[in-house]
């Protein structure tokens, strides 16, 4: 498990030609900056546009990773986790470009040995709105807010403030802690609330996620979708996947209680003609093998569930640490 000091950067890509040709310069830019070696690894998805033959013409450094089917999001960044070389490991989507001095507040980060990883700031492609910042944690009833962001309200003051989750978007985090907790729960795939469920891991395990409002990127938002049928499939696997988190790490007796307000929420969804959200719960039914097989896995990680610190223990250590920082949240 042993790594090689510098930074591997792990991107996966589906049909990401168009932004390829920005991202990429602009990367190795940033990694100019850092007196580290580094690696650029792509694991492409099974793209249907020239994805790959752009990257092997002009890039041929790159290492290529091609998927022979398309499997969503975590299988292809896994690929590329495993077969990095680096202690330091840069998740980052192929929409997202990095600024120059991106890494700067970043690497002292990773002589506390008890860090996990560290975000940036996020904003506009074009401006500079500030799309995602630190993950704010919250609770309605026992469900987990999947949403919340904030920000320092003096971006000036030397915090380290500590993040609910990591984006997938880009975290820098340790490989050997990525390794240990095996990469991200492709029980999530094709997308969505993957990133949230492994830094939920990492806190779990006594690891900590920080937010770097000095650090940051831009990010391309994706064109509307118009497909009416492709917002429905979103719609169902978002919610199903929000299900899996639950099931995975809420205690039993909190699991029980959630399950009764899951219940609830289903018939005021059918109520309502959400006639979509029953399929989410078909399908969070039709995976309680792999869930069990899941959350078995990761207590076996730990050496125990005992071993493990439990979700609202974990809230309230986050809230703990922002109690005396002055915050704006969004």
Request: glycine letters at 6%.
């Amino acid at each position: 498990m042993s790594s090689k000091k510098g930074i591997s950067v792990v991107i996966p890509n589906y049909n990401g030609e168009t932004l390829l040709p920005q991202i990429i310069p602009a990367l190795y830019e940033a990694l100019a900056q850092v007196n580290l070696p580094h690696e650029m690894i792509i694991s492409d998805d099974r793209s249907t546009d020239d994805s790959i033959n752009y990257i092997r013409q002009n890039f041929p450094q790159i290492i290529l990773i091609e998927n022979k089917i398309n499997a969503g999001f975590a299988p292809a960044i896994n690929k590329g986790i495993f077969a990095a070389q680096y202690d330091l490991v840069l998740l980052l989507n192929s929409d997202v470009k990095l600024t120059p001095d991106y890494f700067d507040q970043q690497l002292s980060y990773f002589e506390d040995p008890e860090t996990f990883g560290v975000m940036s700031r996020i904003i506009g492609w074009d401006d500079d709105h500030i799309q995602d910042g630190g993950k704010y944690p919250s609770f309605h009833g026992l469900k987990i807010k999947t949403s919340g962001n904030y920000i320092p309200a003096d971006p000036h003051e030397k915090n380290r403030l500590c993040s609910m989750y990591l984006s997938g978007a880009n975290a820098l985090v340790s490989r050997e802690k990525m390794i240990r907790l095996g990469g991200f729960n492709e029980l999530f795939a094709p997308f969505y609330v993957e990133d949230f469920e492994l830094s939920l891991r990492a806190w779990r395990m006594g690891w900590k996620c920080y937010y770097e409002h000095n650090a940051v990127c831009r990010h391309r938002v994706s064109s509307t979708i118009k497909q009416k049928s492709k917002k429905i499939f979103i719609k169902k696997i978002y919610n199903r996947n929000k299900m899996f988190l639950h099931a995975l790490h809420l205690e039993p007796a909190q699991r029980f209680l959630w399950q009764l307000q899951l219940a609830g929420e289903t018939l005021i969804q059918l109520l309502l003609g959400k006639f979509w959200f029953l399929s989410s719960w078909r399908m969070y039914l039709a995976a309680q093998k792999k869930i069990r097989a899941s959350r078995k896995r990761f207590q076996q990680i730990a050496g125990g569930k005992d071993q493990l610190m439990s979700t609202r223990s974990v809230v309230r250590k986050i809230l703990h640490s922002l109690s005396n920082i002055p915050i704006k949240r969004f």
